[in-house]
């Protein structure tokens, strides 16, 4: 299930802009790593290279590789479709699909993959969703669009939906940036349960939640507009937050940054 | 098991909940201020030149929009009324149309309407699926550089004239369709759409030829709305589909199609009221007959406008004018239906967003 990733001399570009520079990074499993940084600095980018869905934009280009247990995902014999059924990704915005009720939101990347038992859709709906801390406030609606939740419990859905495919790794794109601090609460939870089943990278501006959620955190910096982003430092979330190795990283929690 | 981990939270987030209830005291405390100087400002008469002046034209033109409106509507019905006093058939039953002795006047509007509705009904099948499929090309599967220019070819097919298409369709496509009509009909002639038509098929003056080039006047209008409607697919929606390992035409179905039905679906609606009120094109393409539709596309006949544009000379007499200014109106009514009918499902689709 849980599987490791390792990043190795990743270089991202959108077009003709190199995004990302050499960035080498090891995700153990079973463990929150966080990505932290100033906007544009390409946290977010290496996150969706993780799944290849940072070659959905266009013009985007990808050189060096991302390991999955050993196994590139960026070999040429490997389906993107393929990679995404197995990386469970989680957005900004909570976007169940909003014709799609509760249920099959969260059953549709089973759908996806071809389950048509109409059982076993049910059991894992279930599952997920007790996995994402939802089965209780939404037990009685399955039925009823995904769209007339609350922010939190829609990403909690959303949530629901990437686990239910039993992903080897789960991604997370600042996935409290448009919650209340009550539903982040429920998030932050609820990743510290899912860490025992999954692989979890987090990128998020909020270094609290980075030291209160994760095992590891990776710091990404640039060195000016137009510049490509680069990985500063990755370290234990303890050592990076009480003494980190380079100026940079403590210029940047500390606050005293820019 | 879930329900301590829910009641958890408050006593959680019990100081943010301080801190949250602290940032408020201060903006509930400004808060009374500006409302008590917008209603200052809303008593007193200090209204700028400009503002009046322009809140006269905005307001001028609408009235006068629907004035116009009503005044037409008004001098239809004032000239219709007469003339469907005079008609000695029933106006909406009869499929006679005998005009021209002013004197004994028949004249009934049920041929038409079914030759307007099913060559457009006609046309709107067979553009409806041409168009999905071309928007959906456009927004889904062209590449950027090539969507632009495609899309603009597609709307310069709007700018058209009509009458350009009417003598394409009698001199170039008419001919090349008369061996697949006829084929048609020799082939499935036994149903009842496919049978022999009361005109010449040589001539190709038919519903057939008729639906054909309506189809192709309508396509640009169904594909550039459509397009506009799947563009706006929100990108939080597709990613979610791509991330879940959705191939291309699984993202469109699950979430560019459900997003876009309704547009797609009133799009086709605007198209069918272009259909239905073509004038020239189908003037010019269809062949007068003075036998009745026959439930056969390769029936010849008159649609409304067809009918209308073509007794021009008979409008000198104000009675024989008002049996047509009578068929215009009804053709009016069925058009503000279809529009009324697309509006409705566009409301509909508001809630989705």
Known sequence: ?258 | MKDPVVAEHPADTGDTGVERGASAAPSASEAPIPPTQEAAAAKAPHVRPGDRIFRGLATGSGIFIVVLIGAIGLFLLLRAVPSLGLNNANFLTSREWSTGDVGNMRFGILDLLLVTVVSSAVALLIAMPIALGIALFLTQYAPRRLARPFAYVIDLLAAVPSIIFGLWGLLVLGPQLTPIAESLTSALGFIPIFAQGNVSIALSGTIFTASIVLAVMILPIITAVSREVFDRTPVTHVEGAIALGATKWEVVRTTVWPFGKAGYVSASMLGLGRALGETIALTIILSATAKTFGWSLFDGGATFASKIALAAPEFNDPRSAGAYIAAGLVLFLLTFLVNAAARAIVAGHKEYE
């Open chain 1, 1 to 258: 299930m849980a599987k490791r990733i390792d990043v190795k001399e990743l270089n991202l570009y959108y077009g003709k802009f190199h995004a990302v520079q050499e960035v080498s990074i090891a995700v153990p499993p079973r463990n929150v790593t966080a990505f932290i940084g100033p906007s544009g600095c390409g946290k977010s980018t290496v996150l969706r290279s993780l799944n290849r869905m940072h070659e959905v934009a266009p013009g985007a280009r990808v050189e060096g590789s991302v390991q999955l247990d050993g196994e590139d995902i960026y070999a040429s014999s490997v389906d993107p479709v393929q990679v995404r059924r197995t990386i469970g990704m989680v957005f900004q915005r909570p976007n169940p699909f909003p014709t799609m009720s509760i249920k099959d939101n969260v059953v549709a990347g089973l759908r996806l993959a071809g389950t048509k038992n109409k059982k076993q859709l049910d059991e894992v709906a279930e599952r997920s969703l007790r996995g994402a801390n939802l089965w209780n406030e939404v037990k009685d609606r399955l039925d009823r669009p995904g769209g007339g939740l609350s922010g939190g419990q829609q990403q909690r859905l959303c949530i629901a939906r990437a686990i239910a495919v039993q992903p080897d790794v789960l991604l997370m794109d600042e996935p409290c940036s448009a919650l209340d601090p009550i539903s982040t609460l429920a998030i932050e939870d609820l990743i510290t349960e899912l860490k025992k089943d999954f692989t979890i990278v987090i990128v998020t501006h909020n270094m609290q939640q980075a030291a209160r959620v994760s095992d590891q955190t990776a710091f990404f910096n640039l060195n000016g507009v137009g510049q490509p982003g680069r990985l500063i430092e990755v370290d234990d979330t303890e050592k990076i937050f009480s003494n980190p190795s380079q100026k940079a990283t403590e210029d940047y929690i500390s606050g005293r940054f820019g």
